[in-house]
């Protein structure tokens, strides 16, 4: 359960929308799109011609003018009592369906004495109904192998809430439960008062978690951003005060006004027969009745401001500088194809613009650490076009002035042919891709589409629909109607540059005043017109013979092919349709940072990121990214403790461009002093200020006391182990770490053609460099300090007490006990969520995290944290203790026994589809020198008929030692003892 709130704002993407509701549609399936036909296509020439028109164009205009059309594969209608419904039969995954109640109410529907409570019903719907009371819902759901927040939950915003929840199909009484849970939240939430009260300090605790210094900020400015409109004053955390006091009738009141069928759809996608569900749905759900006297759904608007509003604020504890620069503008709506048309045309400018900020980004000394600039939905009425950016310190009327800048220079100037035919192949190369993968994409991603256009008006194209829109008219967007955008977006008016940045001493914050000039000064500034520069070489242009292979054994009953080639190169091969354009691929070998002493450490830890960023052979990264237009290809070196490794993606039509990067990250990275330069820039800027955050702060610093301040293990990276690294050196340890390819192995799954992918492998794989040089990694001894270990910190505005214990020591690595050891994270995950969230209202959630390591040591850790209320930490503390008290003494429950292997299994079905877990399991079991039937369902079936309470109660016994347990504690400081 959370909020759909982003305005911390990579992006700045509001993800909220129009208030909007469907129109009513007969109750049938989608039909295709009718064709014009001959005999009006000749009839709008003849009328062309007689008015002297150009017939093509009156014909485009003609087409364009046509609703956009909906995709055929959904059946959707509407009931008598309004409710909307959306069926469609989907596979992926197998036997499962995706379920969405979207309400068309959020905060902004809240009355004065209500602030909060549209979070709070969402909140409710998860404890007690009428066919599920208290916890019962989670707990059945659980049982069947449910995973709560990855397959149920739920989000409120200013204008909706959504309920989500994943179910089986492949046994019908799942399937029927899923849609009574369904049923339920639409309106028969029973509101015990019991219950309502535990819910409370859920909620608080939720606020408590997102109490932050740009919260802080946050709730400064957003009376200037949204002025004048209800939107300001209805943020969906609420009013503390209301949620803790608020009696039991007022909840209930805004449940009875808008949890109500004429503003709810009910999303059905998945491996279901459409026809059945659509009776299904029509038997139940036509029950509900909508209350007398409705009250309207009102519609909000954010009134236009004449000039330009600056907001500049500042926290103590802010870790970074953003600005943000918002034009707000009338919204667009997406009705016609001719809409669909502009709205690429504006997805067209949002590409070049971002193309040309990422230019600046790396330049020796960029403006800003990461930008963003575009065109989006907003709130209620309005859309935006609005800039973004984290700046380093110092910089931040540079980086205003550099937005400005981009902005007048495509108002006087416009983009460049070459621009968007760039930019106009990725679209379609895009959309082709989505096309390619219509019968292997993800039920989640149609749930949305169906969600989306319930609320928001937002298309609901098929993916063939939408191809072959834009293959159709993507020529018809022309570089003077993207030219033309500029001057109705960028305005003075209705515009508001918003500045939040830490207070330090010694840097100077500018002022209103000084921002203003900013602005000012590129109006009468001389300014170029952008240059674009691209090289036309090819990426790979050395003439390779295919190397042979030496060795070929082929794991049939797994489907997994491994070969050897005459460099030592040993490459494993997985063959899956589980994607129709998809081939993923891992690498290592043994070494990483280990090999090199401290002084050494900075240079290795980082090489490979800088290397990454350098570009490639004789390609800046900006060239790369220029000469890849078009392709879905990704290539990605990195360094870890005990390894050198690689990974990355391609599409079937990019495989070779894939594995040319590949060869070429060995056998030519670039050296790029500009690059480097930028890079450093940028990095030292990010964490200059990091630790001023408490939460940074905190992490930093539990990690500093586990590891006793192992410089191996040291925390995040300060500026200066950035602006102190030497090029020449960690370019030098590059080229150590990936000079000899002959003790890597590879790791490629995917939909290949297997007499393709081979001579790839022997062409670029088989040519690499091979040296003999056989390498393990070094037991550098970064390990958690022994003993009992309490620390108690205070730093911090906000009234949050941050809490850390490890429990860590030896482990016995077999995967019999590694299964025994993420079995009792599985339980302790649950039974802690039980009694800390569930019983004692005192947390929003609690991480329980465990894993065991092979190398260097065969060690564990298990890891609790939460946050909470300082005056109730040790109650929290005593409560975390009991539950693990009582695993060590009686072992677990029946239930959560039940519970924790039902999703084990579940999970198990779901990842055996999936390219990802097959290259992850593929990767860890030869790293691990284990055996093929680790992957398979049948080994984790046989794991879990094993396990017993048993075995759990003495895990917990093992691993819960509290004589190696480290805890760690920071209040507030304002509950720092006085002396």
Known sequence: MKLKLNFNFLFFIIILGVISCSPKIKNETVKPETKINSSVQADVIVNAEKTSVDPKKELDNALLSRKIPVDPSFKYGVLDNGMHYFIKNNHKPENRVELRLAVNAGSVMEDDDQKGLAHFIEHMQFNGSEHFSKNDLINYLERVGTQFGADLNAYTSFDETVYKLQVRTDKENQLDTGLLVMYDWAGKATFDPEEIDKERG?????????????QRMQNKYFPVLFK??????????????????????????????????????????????????????????????????ERERTKFNIPAQKGTDIVVLSDKEAPFTNVQIINKLPHQELKTKKDLLKNLERRLFN?????????????????FTFAYTGYSNFLGDLDTYSSWAMVPEGKTLDAIKTFERENQKVLKYGFNKSELDRQKTNMLKNAERAFKEKDKTDSRKYASDAV????????????????????????????????????????????????????KEGVEIPTKEDIEQAINSIKNEEINAYVD????????????????IKESKKFDAYGIEKLVLDNGIEVYLKKTDFKNNEIMFSAFSPGGTSLYDEKDYNEVSQASRVVDEMGISDFSSTQLKKMLTGKDVSVTPYVSSLYENMRGDATIEDMETMFQL????????????????????????????????????????????????NPRSEGFPKAEDFTSLD??????????????????????????????????????????????????????????????????????????????????????????????????????????????REDKGGVYGVRVYGYASKEPKEKYELNISFNSDPDNTDNLIKAANEVIQKLKTEGPDDEVMTKVTETQKQSRVKNLKENRYWLSKMNSIVRNNLDFPELTLETIESRISKLSKNDIKNAAYKYLNENNRIKIIMHPESYKPNK
């Open 351 to 367: 590409m070049m613009l971002n193309a040309r900020l990422d230019e600046i980004k790396n330049s020796p000394n960029p403006p």
């Open 202 to 214: 859920v909620v608080i605790s939720e606020w408590r978690t997102g109490l932050s210094p740009q």
């Open 727 to 836: 090029l020449d050196k960690l370019y030098k340890i590059y080229q150590e770490r990936f000079s000899n390819a002959g003790d890597f192995k590879f790791f490629f799954v995917g939909n290949f053609d297997n007499d393709k992918i081979k001579m790839f492998i022997r062409k670029y794989l088989g040519n690499l460099p091979s040296t003999g040089r056989v390498e393990k990694g070094i037991d550098r001894n970064v390990e958690m300090i022994s003993g009992i270990i309490d620390t108690t910190l205070f730093y911090g505005e906000a009234p949050k007490t941050y809490v850390d214990i490890t429990y860590h020591g030896d482990f016995d690595w077999t995967p019999d006990n590694e299964y025994v050891l993420k079995s009792l994270v599985n339980v302790l995950r649950i039974k802690l969520r039980e009694s800390l």
């Open 228 to 293: 004048g409109s209800k939107y300001a004053e209805r943020l969906p955390i609420g009013d503390p005060e209301i949620v803790k006091n608020a009696d039991y009738n007022t909840i209930k009141r805004f449940y009875k006004d808008w949890y109500r069928p004429d503003l709810m759809a009910l999303v059905v996608v998945g491996d279901v027969d459409v026809d059945k569900m659509e009776t299904k749905i029509k038997s139940m759900f036509s029950k509900i009745n909508n209350p007398d006297n």
């Open 533 to 548: 520069e691209s090289s036309d070489k090819p990426l790979f242009d050395k003439k390779l013979n295919p190397a042979n």
């Open 452 to 503: 989306y256009y319930f609320l928001d008006n937002n298309p609901m194209m098929s993916e063939e629909q939408f191809y072959n829109f834009v293959n159709m008219n993507l020529d018809k967007v022309s570089l003077d109607e993207i030219n033309s955008l500029a001057k109705n977006w960028i305005k003075d008016d209705n515009k508001v540059v918003i500045v939040t940045t830490p207070e």
């Open 662 to 709: 590949i060869n070429l990250f060995f056998t030519a990275p670039r050296k790029d002093a500009d690059a480097f330069k930028s890079y450093v820039s940028r990095n030292a800027g990010l964490y200059a200020n990091l630790l001023k955050n408490p939460q940074y702060y905190f992490m930093d610093v539990t990690t500093k006391i586990q590891y006793n301040n």
